[in-house]
């Protein structure tokens, strides 16, 4: 049996959490970064609909931008993780 396994699982419930919600964020990135492309497709069979240059621009960084965050996200969650079972929970 390991020793302050509620504790343990408690980490781990918490860091996995994280990185669902990391997921998540890039999901929402890639969906908008894709939503720009969808959006050229569209645009050209709407009468008088054009798209602006910087919405692209704006589409593409913001949605590189979630995914950086959502990688960002992992990163730390796992630094955190790792802390706590070392530090806080060391016979396991």
């Given at each position: 049996?390991?020793?302050?396994?509620?504790?343990?699982?408690?980490n781990?419930r918490t860091?996995?959490?994280?990185?669902?919600?990391?997921i998540?964020?890039m999901?929402f990135?890639?969906?908008?970064?894709?939503?720009?492309?969808?959006?050229?497709v569209?645009?050209?069979?709407?009468?008088e609909?054009?798209l602006a240059?910087h919405g692209?621009?704006?589409?593409?960084?913001?949605?590189?931008?979630?995914?950086v965050i959502?990688?960002?996200t992992?990163?730390i969650?796992a630094i955190?993780?790792?802390?706590?079972?070392?530090a806080?929970?060391?016979t396991?």
């Amino acid at each position: 049996m390991i020793k302050r396994y509620s504790d343990h699982a408690a980490n781990e419930r918490t860091f996995l959490a994280w990185v669902r919600t990391a997921i998540a964020v890039m999901a929402f990135g890639f969906i908008i970064e894709r939503f720009d492309l969808f959006l050229k497709v569209v645009a050209p069979q709407l009468p008088e609909r054009q798209l602006a240059a910087h919405g692209e621009r704006f589409a593409n960084w913001a949605g590189l931008a979630f995914i950086v965050i959502g990688v960002v996200t992992i990163v730390i969650a796992a630094i955190r993780a790792l802390y706590l079972s070392r530090a806080v929970l060391p016979t396991i």
